[in-house]
């Protein structure tokens, strides 16, 4: 079977920067995903790793470590509107590719 | 910059009844997703389909689901006999193939509440 474990909550100040981890099992892997959900929205997609080491996209980085099975987001400058949910996600070879999420990260960002 | 849409955006049904749930997905992308999110959870895979049929579901999408893609623009997930438990925001995506970088791109979702 697939899991992905996360921490259920981050709270950090604005401006700073903050790291969510993941930690995944699955039978067959194709990568790490890392999505948005503002309360009340749908998800948006924000990265993805096959590979290890660090993507990095403006504010926001991914890394992958296949050996550790494990992954992070990094968010820096932390802003306001960066309040969200962050879902890590992996597409589970196993059987085709269907795409597995985690149970999410709430991050709170105070002023 | 093109969207995923969904209709209607909030949906209420007695239970034992069938509800429909519309999803246009971007125009010119070829694999489409359902998945719901019960209140506060995480996002749950349903189903995927590509080339007019299923490619692969979850073990959530028992007989009671459907989907089917009716002409070249629509994406239907049908529920034939809804259940207490099916209350759920269902969210369509699409995606341009089925590759490991093809992000998915999400609706804005229909809220369905059983009663």
């Known amino acids: 079977g697939q899991s992905l474990e996360q921490p259920s909550e981050v709270t950090a100040v604005e401006g700073a920067i903050v790291q969510i981890n993941c930690t995944y099992q699955?039978?067959?892997?194709?990568?790490l995903s890392w999505y948005q959900q503002h309360d009340g929205g749908a998800p948006t997609f924000l990265s993805y790793?096959?590979?290890?080491g660090l993507e990095e996209t403006g504010r926001f980085s991914s890394f992958l470590s296949r050996s550790d099975s494990y992954g992070y987001l990094l968010l820096q400058e932390l802003q306001m509107k960066d309040s969200a949910s962050y879902f890590c996600?992996?597409?589970?070879?196993?059987?085709?590719?269907?795409?597995?999420f985690g149970a999410g990260t709430r991050l709170f960002v105070k002023a | 910059e093109p969207e995923v849409t969904q209709t209607p955006s909030h949906q209420v049904t007695q239970m034992g009844q069938e509800v429909i749930l519309r999803c246009v997905p971007i125009?010119?992308?070829?694999?489409f997703y359902w998945y719901r999110q019960i209140l506060g959870q995480k996002v749950e895979f349903l189903v995927s389909?590509?080339?007019?049929?299923?490619?692969?579901k979850s073990e959530i999408f028992d007989d009671q689901f459907s989907v089917e893609r009716p002409d070249g623009s629509n994406f239907t997930l049908k529920i034939r006999s809804t259940k207490l438990e099916d209350s759920a925001m269902y969210f369509c995506?699409?995606?341009?193939?089925?590759?490991?970088?093809?992000?998915?791109?999400f609706g804005p979702g229909t809220r369905l509440t059983v009663l």
């Open positions: 995506a699409s995606s341009l193939g089925r590759g490991s970088y093809n992000e998915q791109f």
């Open positions: 699955t039978s067959g892997f194709y990568g």
């Open positions: 790793n096959a590979l290890d």
């Open positions: 996600a992996v597409r589970d070879g196993t059987g085709g590719f269907k795409t597995i």
């Open positions: 125009s010119n992308h070829l694999y």
């Open positions: 389909f590509y080339n007019n049929e299923i490619s692969e």
